[in-house]
């Protein structure tokens, strides 16, 4: 197990009402779980944000698609696939 450091933080009053909510409710054992669970979320979403800008950025540095294709063109590939890999009735 991980080092515990105790840290003291602020919070509104709703946000502490809904720290109090969560712990009544029994979702979570103690507002100490509620503020870890929501740092772990933050933390993936946080991630997750600079990984799609990194792949976003290699996007636009990889330049103009030989063949750009139409959003037209684009759903009817699309309406082909799903039409192709939905089992017949």
Request: aromatic share 4%; no cysteine; net charge positive.
């Amino acid at each position: 197990m991980s080092r515990i450091e105790k840290v003291s933080i602020a919070l509104t009053a709703d946000l502490a009402g809904k720290v109090r909510d969560a712990v009544r409710s029994g979702d979570y054992a103690s507002a100490s779980e509620v503020v870890r669970d929501a740092l772990r979320d933050w933390s993936e979403d946080r991630e997750a944000r600079t990984r799609i800008a990194r792949l976003w950025d290699e996007g636009l540095a990889s330049g103009v698609a030989e063949h750009r294709r139409s959003a037209a063109e684009i759903g009817a590939v699309g309406r082909r696939r799903l039409a192709t890999s939905r089992p017949e009735t």
